[in-house]
């Protein structure tokens, strides 16, 4: 057991609510690493802390709304996006992020995701993806591999997963990437881009779940979740997005990157001349 | 030329959508005397109570409340969003009301029911909003073009738990005007969601409307936090007697955190049951020790009253005239009109069991507030059901109150 260094201060000890710590995530898990991301590119944005609003749905990755120290909304499962273009839309002022997971967002909020996103409205999602539903005891989600074993697949899932890129371009969203909590730089530069970026963000991160989805998939050790994530990964540069798909026991390459970083017009609510 | 107009535009951020009469936009309160349509009454009520927000999803018999306020809110520099289901519909009105603003939504059965799950939030994050359902004939699909009364009981239990609400039931397009304001103002006043159950024959009919100069408007505040925002303030801190904590918005510095889960003064989630017991107490109460300023009733012919029917919405219209005929043919009946349905005017109908002999219940539906009069009086009660789709008459309700007399 090594001892734990204490610390009077943090440098992001304005924007975490310590009162909150500790916090409920399991060892090895990353989620903590792509919220501590985005607190560092509040902190580079340098704008009013203020402005920022985050949202989350349920799930492990919905308590990031609960730790971070801005204005916060812990919604209901799924329905984080239109909560958030409600606050957006009555207060165009704010930053409004969304940090959810891959069940949340892409399984029972799938539809808000893409109409988001084909609205090309001005938010940032950050979703952590974990290939399972942590929170509940690790099970299947629509991000979980062909052949993956969860709690409701245990035979192995049947199901083809996502390829949450190709849909969120498909959909219509202005900046898509993806990364693992192991590329925190590139996470962090990438939410900090997403903040300036007029319209839709959405920034997936793969994240270990060694409690939840490794312990039954072989990655019980979120240190070799980490090391797969790094001898796998690959820039993807000229590769199509139908290929972006994520097979993590095959040895196929795990594309990350920016995958579309494009200007088409965000969602402007009607104007009227001579209206209030 | 609009399509063209928006085409040659690209993006219609500003254009000169045609609007109004000659072209210029409307101001939010259409102060004058006008013949009306139900639903564009209600639209119309919402902007004069300052809704800036509406997030909707289309449905039949309300969907003309989501096109008036398409043409009319950016009109008033609000924002109207067509949303992907009414469960986004739903959420978006509760992300509007925690930016600060006057949100609302307005569906009809099968999307009321969608709606519930997130109502439950609004109802756990304390955030003001109106609803409107504009009820068809159910259960599921049912009768999509035509009336219905059957959604009383889940306007007050639809969502899972135990809360206190908020409902109102309107019996004409004047009404529906004058109750959406009232809705808007109950919301923003006891930090709740407010259901405005209109049913098909009101949404659908078109009557004189007369709309007050704006000064004449009523507006309930909301309760606001004194001072500037500080780091220890207590988003869920109830310290008056009419148990609503102060609301602060979205953007303002208070660092809030709102959650669906159980939670603290603070908004911090706490599993403890003592914690959960409390708070939910207080949602419920919240409702209940206000119930004075929520409740609307109107009285006909109660004085005497040995026969009292009691009704609401469009079927109040047929309970008046068959109440009317009853008096005329020599029988004391009188006629209690239910405004709110929710919460039910128990105390008052105590005092009117005091002296009433029996009680007529019309309703479109087959049997669902007659449940609630038979919990607190003591005498006969008889129904008059029609499941839906037809306007009930008043013969049938005449028929009854000849029947108990």
């Known amino acids: ?276 | 030329m609009r399509a063209l107009r928006i085409l040659h535009d690209g993006m219609p951020g500003v254009c000169n959508l045609h609007t109004g009469e000659g072209g210029v936009t409307r101001p939010a309160v259409l102060t004058g005397s006008h013949f009306m349509h139900g639903d564009h009454a209600c639209a119309e009520g919402a902007l004069a109570a300052g809704c800036t927000f509406f997030g909707g999803y289309p449905i039949t018999p309300s969907t003309e409340i989501a096109e008036r306020l398409a043409a009319r809110l950016p009109e008033v520099g609000g924002v109207f969003m067509q949303m992907e289901d009414e469960m986004a519909s739903m959420a978006s009105i509760l992300g509007a009301s925690a930016a600060g603003a006057r949100a609302m939504t307005a569906t009809s059965g099968p999307g009321f029911s969608l709606m519930m799950e997130n109502l439950g939030l609004g109802v756990m994050m304390e955030l003001p909003c109106v609803v409107v359902n504009v009820q068809r004939g159910s259960p599921s699909t049912g009768l999509p073009t035509l009336p219905g009364q059957s959604d009383i009981m889940q306007a007050r239990w639809g969502s899972h738990g135990d809360y206190g609400i908020a409902a109102y039931s309107p019996w004409s397009p004047q009404e529906l005007f004058d109750l959406t304001i009232h809705a808007f103002n109950v919301a923003d006043r006891f930090r709740i969601p407010v259901l405005l159950m209109a049913d098909e024959v009101v949404g659908h009919m078109v009557e004189r409307v007369i709309i007050p100069d704006a000064a004449e408007i009523v507006h309930w505040e909301r309760k606001r936090p004194n001072g500037k925002p500080k780091g220890d303030f207590l988003p869920y801190l109830a310290e008056g007697a009419d148990l609503v904590p102060p609301m602060a918005y979205a953007g303002e510095g208070y660092k809030l955190h709102f959650t669906g889960l159980t939670h603290d003064e603070k908004g911090y989630p706490d599993m403890s049951p003592e914690v959960h017991h409390a708070l939910v107490t207080r949602l419920v109460e919240k409702v209940r020790c206000n119930a004075d300023q929520l409740i609307r009733t109107e009285s006909y012919f109660m004085d005497d009253a040995s026969i009292v029917v009691i009704s609401f919405g469009s079927t109040a219209r047929s309970a008046l005239r068959a109440v009317k005929d009853a008096r005329e043919g020599g029988i004391k009946a009188g006629f209690l009109r239910l405004i709110s349905i929710w919460p039910f005017p128990v105390d008052m109908l105590r005092k009117i069991d005091e002296k009433a002999q029996a009680y007529v219940i019309p309703e479109m539906n087959l049997g669902q507030l007659i449940t609630e009069v038979e919990r607190y009086v003591h005498k006969p009660v008889l129904g008059v059901n029609h499941a839906g789709g037809v306007m009930m008459p008043p013969d049938p309700i005449l028929a009854a109150i000849r029947e108990v007399s």
């Not at chain 1, 942590?134 to 996502?162: D, N």
């Not at chain 1, 693992?180 to 590139?186: A, G, I």
Request: hydrophobic share 40%; aromatic share 8%.
């Open chain 1, 1 to 276: 057991m090594v001892a734990p260094i204490l610390v009077d201060e943090h440098p992001l000890d304005t924007l975490i609510r310590a009162d909150r710590m500790p916090h409920i995530w399991c060892p090895g898990c990353g989620i903590g690493v792509v919220m501590r991301c985005y607190a560092h590119a509040i902190q580079l944005l340098g704008d009013d802390v203020d402005r920022h609003v985050v949202v989350s749905g349920i799930g492990c990755s919905g308590r990031v709304a609960g730790y971070m120290n801005l204005d916060s909304y812990h919604t209901t499962h799924g329905r984080a996006i239109p909560f958030a273009i409600g606050l957006k839309l009555a207060n165009p002022d704010l930053h409004v992020t969304v940090f959810s997971g891959d069940g949340d967002l892409a399984a029972i909020g799938g539809n808000h995701l893409i109409h988001a996103a084909r609205r090309n409205i001005d938010l940032t999602v950050i979703c952590t993806n974990n290939f399972n539903y942590g929170m509940t005891g690790g099970q299947a989600g629509p991000t979980t591999p062909l052949g993956a074993r969860t709690s409701t697949t245990p035979y192995g899932c049947p199901e083809l997963p996502f390829n949450l890129a190709n849909l969120l371009s498909a959909a219509g969203a202005n900046f898509v990437s993806r990364w693992t909590s192991l590329h925190v730089r590139q996470v962090r530069k990438d939410i900090l881009y997403a903040f300036r970026k007029p319209g839709f963000s959405f920034i997936e991160v793969l994240v270990p779940c060694p409690i939840g989805f490794g312990r039954s998939n072989k990655l019980a050790d979120a240190i070799d979740e980490l090391e797969l994530y790094r001898e796998r990964c690959e820039i993807a540069s000229g590769v199509e997005l139908d290929q972006l798909g994520i097979d993590l026991h095959g040895d196929r390459p795990i594309y990350v990157g920016r995958f579309v970083d494009r200007d088409a017009p965000q969602y402007q609510p009607i104007k009227l001349e001579g209206s209030a």
